[in-house]
């Protein structure tokens, strides 16, 4: 199984990117697969996740109205649309399975050892 991101970059304040996932080595469409990062020195943060089938994306309050998630299981790729980004969303950003993870709060989570994860890709947002 690999999870491989791509899509990171310096980014100015206000500006937009895309991430993506490609997942290869799993049956895609049968799992949720989130979006998580980690900024430097601080914890792991759940940012979004996609729900297998049909099911809507849900985003962290501190993403909602500027981050898009969305999936396309014929490609099975995961993306991460961007826009209004803020330097606070300056972090390595994965793509990652959900039992790889737990959280004790959206901003306290830990890598378990288990399911599967990439091995993130850089967003830096300065002026």
């Known amino acids: 199984v690999e999870l491989v991101e791509s899509g990171g970059g310096l980014v100015q304040p206000g500006g937009s990117l895309r991430l993506s996932c490609a997942a290869s080595?799993?049956?895609?469409?049968?799992?949720?697969i989130y979006w998580v990062r980690q900024a430097a020195g601080k914890g792991l943060e759940w940012a979004s996740v996609v729900p297998q089938g049909s099911g809507r994306a849900a985003y962290a309050d501190s993403v909602k109205g500027r981050f898009t998630a969305f999936r396309d299981d014929a490609s099975n790729t995961l993306y991460l649309q961007m826009k209004e980004l803020q330097i606070d969303d300056t972090a390595l950003y994965y793509c990652?399975?959900?039992?790889?993870?737990?959280?004790?709060?959206?901003?306290?989570?830990?890598?378990?050892?288990?399911?599967?994860r990439g091995q993130g890709t850089q967003v830096t947002v300065s002026s």
């Open positions: 990652a399975t959900a039992d790889s993870f737990r959280c004790s709060t959206i901003r306290d989570c830990s890598w378990t050892g288990f399911g599967y």
């Open positions: 080595g799993l049956t895609f469409s049968a799992n949720d």
